[in-house]
């Protein structure tokens, strides 16, 4: 019993990984437990999102899956291999920038559309708006439209044989100049 209490952390120790391998992610020695923090505090934060909105389901969703794996693996290679997301270190910046989103989230409400909200649609025909850019694209080459019509007509394979150009064969001899 004694040496299981001493023998364990040791173990986990000699687990701490030198380097991220990725230039300015540092190592985090107790990944697992900051993970572990951010989750619950994500699934915390994002109650404050209406229920029925998608970016709630799906941040719920990836942020169970990812504290369940982390509560049950207290390697952090077994927490990298079985979520195969990246290095926990990847996954802790991860969480951190999803928790700025939530609280941007929260202030910028796109889920708050009033219902009477009428959107302004431009047809071709109405004049564009000074602050909308004037481009247009250019016309599309003319091989374009050969390979639409090929499609449309079913004779594609024919099209492409006729547009392939034969190239000259290239002999070993190098003439002189």
């Known amino acids: 019993m004694f040496l299981r209490r001493i023998a364990r952390p040791l173990m986990m120790m000699a687990k701490v990984k030198e380097t991220t391998g990725i230039v300015g992610l540092d190592v985090v020695p107790n990944a697992r437990e900051v993970l572990i923090g951010l989750y619950s505090k994500t699934l915390e934060e994002i109650k404050a999102v209406p229920e029925d909105e998608g970016y709630r389901k799906a941040v719920e969703s990836f942020t169970r899956h990812r504290l369940k794996v982390c509560q049950e693996e207290e390697d952090w290679e077994a927490i990298e291999k079985r979520l195969g997301c990246g290095q926990v270190e990847e996954l802790i910046e991860e969480a951190e920038d999803e928790l700025k989103l939530i609280g941007h989230m929260n202030e910028w409400k796109p889920w708050g559309i009033p219902d009477d909200y009428e959107c302004e649609v431009i047809e071709n025909d109405a004049p564009v708006p000074k602050h909308v850019p004037h481009h247009r694209p250019g016309p599309l080459p003319e091989e374009f439209y050969k390979t639409l019509e090929a499609v449309e ?5 024919a099209a492409i044989s006729s547009s392939e150009k ?9 003439q002189a100049q």
């Open 153 to 157: 007509t079913g004779t594609l394979s």
């Open 166 to 174: 034969k190239t000259p064969e290239i002999s070993g001899e190098v």
